[in-house]
C-alpha cells in the first residue's frame, strides 16, 4: 500500500474524569475516528487519505482535536458534525479556518 496523501491523526486519548487537562475522548473524539474513516470511504478518497487514531497530541487544552498531515494543520473543538467540511476543504486543498488552531508564534 503506498504512502497517503494525507492523514487524520484523531487523538481519542481518555484521561480519568477528575484530571484537570480533559481528554479529546472525554469530548467526543471516539466518535470522530468512525465518522471520519467513513466520511473518506463514502467519497471513495480512502485510498488517498487516512484517518488513524493517535494518543495525546498535548493540545489538550483546544479537545477534541484533529491533526492533518503533511499540511500541518490542527483542527480544535472538532465535533462529529464538523467531519464533512473538514474533508470536503482536504479534499479541495483548503482550510477550515474557523476551527483551526493558530500555530504558536516564531518569536
Ligand atoms: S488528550 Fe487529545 S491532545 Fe491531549
Redesign the pocket.
Known sequence: MPHRETYFFV?????KEDDA??????RG?EELLPALKASLAKRGAAKALRACG???????E????ILQEPAHIVYGGVSVGDVEEIVDAALAGKVVERLRVAPPSAE
Open positions: 487523538c481519542t486519548n481518555r484521561r487537562r480533559g481528554s479529546c475522548a472525554g473524539a493517535s494518543t495525546c497530541l498535548d493540545l489538550c483546544v479537545g477534541a482535536v
